[in-house]
């Protein structure tokens, strides 16, 4: 079983209260690879510039994903982004964004990558979404991340692709601006109604929530004591969401396989958020992910008490 992703591969420059980092492997292609790379085989696919070394491609390569779709065009440069958070770490400022090698980017996935019973399109724009999606006929599953910028500047592009897709991962502002819709659940049914069977709404240091049509669940984030750079947590928390999916693939999709799969992708969300960039993720060990999930099942799970209610 293999998962191929698509999406931005980059360096990034973050300021947050606890740390500065002018230029640090980043990207949403990079952050879902490596939660996924814990659960399944990867396949990344996305272009680097000649500024891109060695050892990033080797951090690419961390448990083993493939990254033979990984163009390095010469003379180009890598994706970069960079963004400021402030004292609440829910909210950042986005202070400048380069497309570089990625504005003339044409992917073409080589017969590996095609053949991926899971795909995965991270954030970028979704014209290049579309385009990785009609050479993955082969997919089961196929889930979608992307942000306001694209909801802003190409949204029925946008619209487009999500029609094509099982699973919607998105912020909740970013489901009220994509759909008008006033609250999550509207939001959400309304993007039932266009393709996808199930969304999932990233909700920040408060967790997440799935929706399908006729199930609702949600989590807490993973209860921490220090976070010092949320970025890249949102492609993190797919990773692991998908990447148990993946790792199940051809079994029934049942509640019960989705609820494990909030809980993977919450625990290695955790991972990401307590260190820069994509030291939380590379430095992870198999046993502390179990230990964290089964700290959500707990934290999770409890048995009714009815009251005796006055009236
Ligand atoms: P997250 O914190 O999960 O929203 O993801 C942050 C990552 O998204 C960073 O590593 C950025 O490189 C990447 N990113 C930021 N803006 C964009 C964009 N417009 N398109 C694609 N990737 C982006």
């Not at 949403?28 to 990344?44: E, G, K, M, P």
């Not at 006929?137 to 099982?166: G, P, Y």
Request: aromatic residues 8%; proline residues 4%.
């Amino acid at each position: 079983m293999s998962i191929t992703v698509v999406g931005s591969i980059a360096f990034d420059a973050v300021e947050t209260p606890f740390g500065v980092r002018e230029r640090m492997l980043g990207g949403a292609a990079t952050h879902f690879a490596l939660a996924a790379s814990l659960l399944d085989q990867v396949r990344i696919v996305g272009p680097v510039g000649d500024d891109f070394g060695e050892a990033e491609l080797a951090v690419l390569r961390t448990r083993g994903s493939n990254i033979d779709d990984v163009e390095r065009v010469a003379g180009g440069k890598t994706f970069f982004w960079k963004g400021k958070y402030g004292w609440d770490l829910n909210t950042r400022e986005t202070l400048d964004t380069q497309l570089n090698v990625f504005e003339h980017f044409a992917p073409k996935l080589s017969e590996g990558s095609r053949a991926a019973d899971v795909l995965f399109l991270a954030n970028i724009q979704p014209g290049l979404q579309l385009q990785v999606r009609e050479q993955c006929e082969m997919a089961k599953f196929v889930a979608l991340d992307s942000m306001n910028l694209w909801i802003d500047i190409a949204r029925d592009e946008l619209v487009k692709i999500i029609e094509q897709v099982d699973c919607l991962v998105l912020n909740d502002e970013e489901l009220r601006q994509l759909t008008g819709k006033p609250n999550l659940i509207s939001a959400a049914r309304e993007i039932l109604g266009w393709g996808p069977s199930m969304v999932v709404a990233k909700q920040g240091e408060y967790g997440s929530a799935l929706i399908t049509a006729d199930e609702f669940f949600a989590l807490p984030a993973y209860p921490l004591p220090t976070v010092v750079d949320p970025t890249g947590a949102g492609d993190t928390f797919a990773g692991g969401f998908v990447g148990f999916i993946a790792s199940r693939i051809g079994e029934e999709l049942s509640g019960e396989v989705l609820r494990n799969a909030m809980a993977y992708g919450t625990a290695l969300a955790s991972f990401n958020v307590e260190r820069f960039g994509t030291e939380g993720l590379e430095a992870v060990q198999a046993a502390a992910v179990h230990e964290r999930v089964v700290d959500l099942h707990r934290f999770a799970r409890f048995e009714p008490i009815t009251a005796d209610l006055i009236s």
